[in-house]
């Protein structure tokens, strides 16, 4: 623990952090959509510290604010280098949202890289909302004037208490992946509950997402349940901004010729 809290302390002061990016991809056509920025450490001996752990306790060590700032701040640097139909998402703590200013933060994120707010989603868990609920609520009022998209993260896990569902619009939702895990053991149960949460999106006119698709079968269910956009191992592993890059070339060429073809006159657009 004392090991790890150095590394965060190193990192915050020599920019020790780095950014993986995970591709999200449209469920309907596969369209690459966006990709969730998620924070990784090195270890100091050739590993990774696991971001589960090393977030929980620069949360516990009152410094996750100054990290998430930094998070905010590359993701959005690397993203306004994308094509502009290619979003960003990036995780925020419920700490940042204790100590205040997160719209703040974000405003200045992205006026200094230059993204266009609606290129920017935040990902949130309900935790959030569990505690000091109006001034979070204040909190994500402010960053839906600004324009970017709050999305509710790991939804149907911890709480789940539907009420926050209606006291802020989520822009959109993230099924769990120990749901799209539990679809494999062929539960009818569980296949409803999946469907029930996606028509529940619907109706609130959020964007679903499955996380955690790891199988061409999930793929196809998810798909066939309505979900919207779709992550995970089967179309793509976080990697550093530079796989990310190539990751956009490869799959716009062939976008552009589609395009092409279908409207020769707007071809270079
Ligand atoms: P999350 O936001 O729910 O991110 C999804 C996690 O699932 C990531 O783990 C990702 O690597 C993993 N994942 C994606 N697809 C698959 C799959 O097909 N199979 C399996 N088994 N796993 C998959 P990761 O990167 O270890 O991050 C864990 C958690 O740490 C994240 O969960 C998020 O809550 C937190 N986190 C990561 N980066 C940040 C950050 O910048 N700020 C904050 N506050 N939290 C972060
Ligand atoms: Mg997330
Ligand atoms: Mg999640």
Redesign the pocket.
Known sequence: RLAIEALIRRAVEHDGFELYY?PLFAAAEPELRAF????RLRDGRGGLV???LF?AIAEEMGM?SEV?HW?LRHACREAAGWPSHISVS????PAQFADGGVSVLVRSALAESGLAPERLEL?ITETVLLHDSEHVLRELEQLDMLGVKVVM??FGTGYSSLAYLWRFRFAGLKID?SFVMALDDGNDAIASVVRTIVSLGRVLGMRITA????TIEQAERLRAMGCDRL????FGR?ASASVAARTIRRHDAPRLARRARKSPDSAVA
């Open positions: 995970q969730e920025a998620l924070l696991a971001p589960d977030i996750i998430g998070v990036v995780n925020l703590s990902e993260d790991d992946r996380e955690g698709v790891e992550q995970g191992y089967l976080p």
